[in-house]
C-alpha cells in the first residue's frame, strides 16, 4: 500500500490501463459475436441467392418475358383442344318423362337387333344394350337425360359392330352409374371429362375386328377411348400334321368343237363379180400320233390357319366432356 501511496499516478496509470483493457476485451469478444451472426447470416442469404440464380426461371426481365410467353402459348394450346373436343361436349342434359326413356330404349334395342339379324350377327337373348335392368322398371326421373345419353353412345357402337358383321356378340356390359344407386357425382377439380365405362365380347373374323376399331376412332356424336383389348384365337392349339389337307384337282375343260389346230375363221371372202374359185382338195397328211398324257404331280396344300375366328374383348369408355373450364 505503501508503494502505491508513493506512486499514485503509475499506480493510477496501471490500474486505468487494465480496466481499460477488460472494457476492450469484453466489447471486443460481443463484436466478434455478432460477426458472426451476421456472417452466418449473410452466407445463407448468399446460398439461397446462388440457388435461385441456378434456376432456370430466375427472376431476371429475359425470364420474365419468356415465361410470359409460354404462359400465353400454353393457354392458347389449352383453348385450342377445348375447341376441338367442342362437338363432344353436350351443352345441357334435358330430363325426359321414363316413360318416354323407356320407349327411346325400346325403339334402340329393336333397331341394334335388327341391324345384327341383317349382318347375320347372332345375339344373346337377354340383349337390352346393356340396360336389362329397365326391362321390368322405370328409370329414375332426374336420371333421364344422363342415361339418355348413355344410350345413345351405346346405340351408335353396337350399329357399328353390326355393320361390321361378326358372328356373335356374345356380351355387353354396362356398369350402373353411381346416380342410378342414389349416389351423387362430383368431378375433380383437375377433371375435364366423365367416363362411362362398357364392356363388349363379340366373335368374328379378323376383318370385322379391325371395322369395328375402324369405326370406334371415328366417332359420331360421343368420342370413345378403348381402355384394354384381348383377342384371342378360336384355335388355342397349333396345327398338327394331319390338319394339312390337299385341294382337289378341277376336271380338265372340254376342247372346243372344230378341227384341232384349224383356222379360226373357215372360207374366204368373193368380190361382187367374182365367183369363188373351187377349193383345192388337200393332199391327204398322215394323223399326227396323241400326245401321250402324263400323270399331273403337282398338288395344292389347303391352307391350314387363317381361316379360324377370333374372340375379342373390349373395354372402353365413353366420354362425356365436362364444360369448359376457364384459366386464371
Not at 100 to 126: H, I, M, Q, S, Y
Not at 257 to 281: D, I, K, Q, S, Y
Not at 309 to 326: A, C, G, T
Request: proline residues 9%.
Amino acid at each position: 500500500m505503501s508503494w502505491i501511496k508513493e506512486n499514485k499516478f503509475i499506480a493510477a496509470l496501471g490500474g486505468g490501463t487494465l480496466l481499460g483493457a477488460i472494457v476492450i476485451y469484453f466489447v471486443g469478444a460481443q463484436g466478434s459475436g455478432r460477426y458472426d451472426g451476421a456472417k452466418e447470416k449473410f452466407d445463407a442469404a448468399s446460398g439461397e441467392v446462388s440457388s435461385f440464380e441456378a434456376r432456370a426461371l430466375y427472376p431476371t426481365p429475359a425470364n420474365r418475358d419468356g415465361k410470359t410467353k409460354a404462359l400465353d402459348e400454353y393457354r392458347k394450346s389449352v383453348d385450342s383442344i377445348q375447341t376441338l373436343f367442342a362437338p363432344f361436349r353436350p351443352e345441357k342434359l334435358e330430363n325426359i318423362t321414363p316413360q318416354e326413356f323407356t320407349n327411346n330404349l325400346l325403339a334402340a334395342n329393336n333397331e341394334t337387333r335388327k341391324a345384327f339379324e341383317e349382318a347375320g350377327t347372332a345375339v344373346p337373348e337377354p340383349y337390352f344394350l346393356g340396360f336389362e335392368s329397365y326391362k321390368t322398371s322405370l328409370a329414375p326421373q332426374n336420371n333421364t337425360g344422363l342415361l339418355g345419353y348413355q344410350l345413345g353412345a351405346v346405340k351408335n357402337l353396337m350399329l357399328a359392330l353390326a355393320k361390321a358383321a361378326p358372328t356373335e356378340l356374345k356380351n355387353l356390359h354396362r356398369p350402373a352409374l353411381p346416380e342410378e344407386g342414389g349416389q351423387a357425382y362430383t368431378p375433380g377439380p383437375n377433371e375435364v371429362a366423365r367416363s362411362f365405362p362398357l364392356e363388349i365380347t363379340f366373335k368374328g373374323r379378323e376383318q370385322s375386328v379391325r371395322d369395328f376399331l375402324s369405326a370406334i376412332t371415328k366417332p359420331e356424336g360421343q368420342f370413345a377411348v378403348i381402355r384394354s383389348l384381348r383377342i384371342t384365337n378360336e384355335k388355342k392349339d397349333p396345327p398338327r400334321a394331319e390338319d394339312a389337307k390337299f385341294d382337289q384337282a378341277a376336271p380338265a375343260a372340254a376342247p372346243a368343237g372344230g378341227a384341232a389346230g384349224g383356222e379360226a375363221f373357215g372360207g374366204g371372202f368373193v368380190l361382187p363379180g367374182e365367183e369363188a374359185a373351187p377349193a383345192a382338195e388337200a393332199p391327204a397328211q398322215p394323223a399326227a400320233p396323241a400326245a401321250e398324257e402324263k400323270p399331273a404331280t403337282g398338288r395344292i396344300l389347303a391352307p391350314v390357319l387363317g381361316s379360324e375366328e377370333v374372340n375379342v374383348f373390349i373395354r372402353l369408355d365413353v366420354l362425356q366432356f365436362l364444360p369448359v373450364k376457364k384459366l386464371p
